[in-house]
């Protein structure tokens, strides 16, 4: 039995010093391929994550002052979705060390949205747009000044709450 065990054994090892076959060569050239092709794949550039960032920022304060908290609720996680993916895509920009200080005001905004509290809404979005442009001076980038919109983006979306509107 033991025979039989270790010729089975030195089978295989002999097997693993054997030089590549077709399949080996045809399967690395598809990987080959494959990175070559990944490497040219599209992803978004942290502006276009920003500029994503700033148009549901906007969205969420319209939201929010309408007090339809369904839509602001879904404009904030818009935003942290969009956060998640800038660490996700953009590793190899520095200012992604900066962004973890947007977390705690992020969470604030969410909990007045979760509590339907107006007021803590208005002082929560303050300090996400006063954040924004605090990262946006740790970063270098102070001349992109954020504020609280003034006018909808979008003429073509309401923001009143369902029941409002007529």
């Known amino acids: 039995m033991r025979k039989i065990i270790l010729a089975g054994i030195l089978f295989f090892l002999a097997g693993c010093g054997q030089p590549k076959d077709n399949n080996t060569v045809y399967l690395q ?3 080959d391929s494959l990175r070559q092709k990944l490497s040219n794949t ?3 550039g942290l502006g276009e994550f920003m500029s994503g960032i700033q148009v549901h920022h906007a969205k969420l304060w ?4 309408s007090e339809n908290w369904q839509l ?9 979705e969009t956060i998640d993916d800038v660490k996700k895509f953009c590793t190899d920009r520095p200012e992604i060390s900066s962004l973890p200080m947007i977390d705690p005001v992020l969470d604030s905004v969410s909990n007045a949205i979760a509590h339907g509290d107006a007021p803590g809404f208005n002082r929560s979005f303050v300090l996400l747009t006063q954040t ?4 946006h001076r ?3 980038h102070e001349f992109n000044i954020i504020r609280i919109p003034e006018t909808p983006p979008f003429t073509n979306q309401v923001f009143d709450k369902p029941h409002d509107r007529k």
């Open 62 to 65: 319209f939201a929010g002052k």
């Open 72 to 80: 602001a609720g879904f404009e904030i996680g818009e935003i942290k």
């Open 42 to 44: 599209y992803s978004p």
């Open 138 to 140: 740790a970063t270098k």
């Open 29 to 31: 050239q598809q990987i």
């Open 132 to 135: 924004c442009n605090n990262c």
